[in-house]
Every structure is written in C-alpha cells, then in structure tokens.
C-alpha cells in the first residue's frame, strides 16, 4: 500500500523568528512538508535553502501559493493581506499568526474568508488557547466585584502592544461580562488618572531582553486576588500549534476559524 505524500505548505515569512520556529519543528509532523519558503523581495535569503532539503527561499507568491495545499503566515500586517489575496484567488486555506493588524486589515482577512478557509490567531499555543477559555470562565463567575488586569511582557524587538495574546485574553474577559472590549479598555494610566472605574480591564506592557511572552491576567477584589498565567519559555510550542493547525485546515473550503476550532473543535 502506497505511502500518502505529506501535504505541501507555502510557508510566508520563511526567515523571520516564527518562520525559523516552523522549519525547526517540522520533523515533528511526518504528514506536512514545506513546499514554498517565501521571504521578502530583495532578501538576502531568497535563492537559498533556509533547512536541509528544503527548498529555495522565493519571493513569488503567486508560484509559490498555487503549488501548495495550504498556506502558513507568520510576516508582516501587509504581507498577510497580500498572501491571503492570493491564497482566496486559488481556493487555499490560510493560516495566519501575524498581528498588529489594523481594523480595516482585520475586515478584509475575514471578508476572504467567504473565498477559502482562513484561521487567524493571536498566539497558537496550546496553554494560552486554554488560559482564553479560563479567563471567559472566571470573567463571569466573579462579576464586577473584581477588577480585571491583563499584563504582557515580551522580548525588546517585539513592535506591536499590547500583544495579541493580550488581546485575545481582554475581549475573553470582556465576554465573561457580556460587554465589549473596546468600550471598557484602559490602555495606560499617567499622572492624575483618578480612581479606576469597575467596569474597565486595564493593560500593561514590558518589553525587554530575550522573553518569549508571559501573561497574567489578574482578577483583584477586596481581601483576594486570583492570577492566570501562562508563561512561554521556548517558541516551538507557537510553531508546533500551527502546524498542527495547518493539518487541521487542509480540507476546509471557506469560513473563519480560530486556534479554538482546532483544539475543542467548532461549537
């Protein structure tokens, strides 16, 4: 009985850090193969052979996305979309972990998901996808009697904050009390801020050194405080969630999905 040939993937931002990460943990999946690494235009990568019998770093999107069964990002707001136009064009799913994404970004990326299927997460980690549910869970157990506080800390090249997982953990709050996020958001305090407010989630940010990503969100009252955590030491785990995604994905003709889908599959 012939063996299944693995399932090829366009892999879009082959040289960043998550791009390294996918490459060095994709031994792990005997059933996927990188068959496109696509780098930007001007690379100093691009002609070259980013793994071992892996093949050459290119720039075309176009060749690169029509060969392959399913397309993983992990680049650039600009570089997302422009993937993901391609991939709708050619009817492949799309996985995307690139963040900082703006509102108008964010609706066109769901606006293709009406062409080919397209998953978009914050942060494909097994325990932060957990930690998501949690907060919701907990958000609405103990009402406005707690004061809800999310802090990030990431490494000194990171450029967008809050961090998505940040994010994604405020609005699981938000819907713990029924509100929205961007109503009740507090993005930073300075001098003479006044008393908080109860319905408000404040965010902190640090930036520095060489952390992988850590978050808390904290849930203070008078007399207790309860903190979820989880903290990354090695960025495999994001690269093994994705992949593991990407599999997920392959026979997916269209719609939205998230990290969720994958894990506890779709409700």
Known sequence: MALESPTQIALIGASGRMGRAILDNLSRFSNLEIGAAVVMSGSEEQGRALHVGGPLATSNLEVAIADCAVVIDFSSPESCLAAARVAAEHAKPFVSGTTGLSVQQQDELRALSQETAILHAANFSVGV???????????????????????????????????????????????????????????????????????????????????????????????????????????????????????????????????????FGQV
Do not use: Y
């Not at 919701?136 to 090249?157: K, P, Q, Y």
């Not at 904290?218 to 785990?237: M, N, Q, S, V």
């Open 129 to 263: 996808n957990v930690l998501e549910r949690l907060v919701e869970l907990a958000s609405r157990a103990v009402g406005e009697e707690f004061d809800i506080e999310v802090f990030e800390a990431h490494h000194r090249r990171k450029v967008d904050a809050p961090s998505g997982t940040a994010l994604l953990l405020g609005h699981a709050a938000a819907r713990g009390r029924d509100v929205v996020l961007d109503d009740v958001a507090r993005w930073d305090r300075h001098g003479q801020v006044g008393a908080r407010t109860n319905s408000e989630i404040g965010f902190q940010v640090l930036r520095g050194g060489d952390v992988v990503g850590e978050h808390t969100v904290f849930l203070c009252a008078d007399g207790e405080r309860l903190e979820l955590t989880h903290r990354a030491t090695d960025r495999g785990i994001f690269a093994r969630g994705a992949l593991r995604a990407a599999g997920w994905m392959v026979d997916k003709e269209s719609g939205w999905f998230a990290m969720s889908d994958v894990l």
